[in-house]
């Protein structure tokens, strides 16, 4: 299963690279997770919908403690069940 995470506040200035900091600190506390950041979101790869969800949880709450008024989140997820695929799988399909 591959999810893509964005977490930002919303009215924080222009840098919100300490809330990223710590949204990306608070994903990757979680086991058993593969993680790829990029310059727009952090993709992660789990084996089932509940290390999702957590890494989801930990970074909204990481950055509501950091002093964020509002937050912005998007989770998607792609849970493919005819068989597994990887992150480079993914990638690989479409540059072949």
Do not use: N, W
């Amino acid at each position: 299963m591959i999810a893509e995470i964005s977490i930002f506040p919303v009215g924080e200035g222009t840098s919100l690279s300490p809330y990223v900091k710590r949204a990306f600190e608070a994903i990757r506390s979680v086991d058993g997770l593969r993680l790829q950041l990029t310059p727009m979101c952090t993709i992660l790869e789990a084996t089932d919908l509940e290390q999702i969800l957590e890494a989801f949880r930990r970074a909204h709450r990481a950055v509501r403690e950091a002093g964020a008024k509002r937050i912005v989140a998007h989770l998607k997820i792609d849970d493919r069940l005819d068989k597994p695929r990887s992150m480079e799988d993914k990638v690989k399909a479409v540059l072949s």
